[in-house]
């Protein structure tokens, strides 16, 4: 049994790492040619819909998604009703926002919201087709189809969108790709998932779920509301032009964490969610993965920080350069990002929703207060709160962590300890390139190939047993990649 659930996860671990490694570098591919193609008003004005967007999606998922993944057993007349549930809300919502979309344009004071907002809408109901689809390939660790469901997608909606860039289209280019995207997405769950929906909505089923999903439900919706308070800020505060810079720096700042932060969720949940009777074993489980994070987080974060400049000016010329302070202080941010996630799916697979909510609360009126100390000065000034609530958020995490599951804050700082010491000193030496060439190129490729290099060859000297195995799990992939 345990050989069996090592290698589930290690599995699902290594498909999580392709989907995500591949669909970033896509993402990237396509967000170079669009923000030399683009401005920054067209992103601005895509990232106000983009707000919204992501508040009719919690509302449609409604909490069930984590409920399916986390109870042990689920019955057919569950998923039938969770899937008509999806739909139906995602319908009703949408002809909300369809016929509140000439107050949402008057709101930002730019009418090209009115057609903007209500084709790009279309997408929720488009996605709530796939909901049930991707829980039940999460649920059963198949993240092989998961990952093709990701990346397929990326490549046929990016190739649509950079057409239309190129081809003057605008703003109109960024909803097109959101379109192609879920409409893919949907299609590649289907044909990748032998479940199919019967007509039936069960009525206790739906309330035996909704009372064990309604406190995700409340933590999604706080979550997001937060999350979605800066751009919404700063398109009312400020300009919409902006709003298009700090929506680069995060577009490219969460590149790189959400997608570490996800790998690894998605493959601890549900591996956690299983053992979830046996605490002493999930401890091992959890213990393990943070140390991954810690050792693949902190060299990353940390050197794109120092590298901020000269990658910028590498992809857009001085085109951004009002995201890049923006980028660096996100950063900072997204190295908290990664263990707060990690812990909130340790405390979620355990089933204490309750505390998990508790916990948003407490982290939302965090960022609140940063909002307010900050919103007066500068943007630079209002993301600067956002790393330091990320900051306060993660050591809210570890005391929760430690009270709700024993697992002590001391064993999760001597987890990661190692890394931050390693990635901090490789850092600081790379700082001392710059002063030999202002040349970008050549500064970005030096403190690319000197960051490596530090990091990987401290690791072996100090004889690090998570390097060990990530370079055992990858040798071992890739010769099963290229056996006869």
């Known amino acids: ?12 671990l290594v498909w999580n790492t392709f989907d995500k490694t591949f669909s970033q570098i896509i993402y990237a591919v396509v967000g170079i040619i669009l923000a030399n193609t683009l401005f920054p008003e067209d992103f601005g004005l895509i990232g106000i819909i983009t707000v919204f967007s992501a508040f009719i999606t919690v509302f449609m998922d409604g909490g069930f998604t984590v409920v399916l993944i986390q109870r042990k057993n689920i019955s057919e007349r569950d998923y039938n009703t969770i899937f008509f549930f999806n739909l139906s809300v995602a319908i009703v919502l949408y002809l909300l926002l369809f016929s509140l979309a000439p107050l949402i344009a008057d709101w930002f004071g730019d009418a090209r919201l009115i057609p903007l907002s209500r084709t790009m809408f279309v997408t929720v109901i488009i996605q709530a087709f796939g909901l049930v689809q991707s829980t039940i390939l999460m649920r059963n660790m198949r993240m092989k189809a998961f990952a093709i469901s990701n990346i397929v997608p990326l490549l046929v909606s990016g190739s649509i969108a950079v057409i239309l860039a190129l081809n003057g289209y605008g703003p109109w280019a960024l909803v097109a790709q959101a379109l192609a995207l879920a409409t893919t997405r949907s299609i590649l769950l289907w044909v990748q998932n032998s479940w199919r929906p019967r007509l039936q909505f069960d009525k206790n089923s739906f309330l035996t779920l909704y009372s064990s999903g309604k ?20 398109g009312i505060w400020y300009s919409i032009k902006e709003l298009g810079y700090y929506t680069q720096a995060d577009r490219w700042s969460k590149m790189g964490y959400t997608a570490l932060g996800q790998a690894l969720g998605q493959s601890l949940f549900p591996a956690l969610s299983s053992i979830q009777d046996d605490p002493e074993r999930m401890q091992r489980v959890y213990g393990k993965t943070n140390r991954t994070a810690a050792y693949l987080s902190f060299p990353f974060f940390m050197g794109l920080i120092v590298v901020a400049t000269p990658l910028f000016h590498v992809l857009f010329g001085t085109k951004w350069d009002a995201s890049i302070p923006l980028f660096q202080l996100l950063l900072v941010k997204g190295i908290f990002f990664v263990f707060t996630t990690l812990m909130t799916n340790y405390i979620t697979a355990q089933g204490k929703m309750k505390t998990i909510f508790h916990f948003e609360l407490i982290k939302n009126g965090v960022i609140l207060l940063a909002i307010l100390l900050t919103v007066r000065i500068s943007i630079p000034a209002l993301v600067a709160g956002q790393a330091v609530a990320g900051l306060i958020h993660y050591i809210i995490a570890l005391i929760i962590t430690n009270r709700t599951t024993h697992y002590s804050i001391k064993q999760q700082l001597k987890d990661i300890s190692p890394y931050i010491v390693i990635g901090g000193l490789m850092c600081a030496l790379l700082t001392l390139i710059p002063m030999m060439t202002s040349n970008p190129w050549l500064q970005l490729l030096l403190q690319s190939i000197t960051g490596f290099s530090l990091y990987v060859g401290i690791n072996k000297l100090l004889r690090s047993t998570i390097q060990q195995e990530i370079f055992a799990m990858i040798g071992n992939k890739i010769k099963t990649a290229y056996k006869p």
Request: overall charge positive.
């Open 1 to 12: 049994m345990e050989k069996t659930l090592k290698e589930k996860t290690v599995n699902a």
């Open 215 to 234: 406190n995700m439900l409340l933590t999604s919706f706080t979550g997001t509301l937060f999350q979605n308070l800066y751009p919404l800020i700063i």
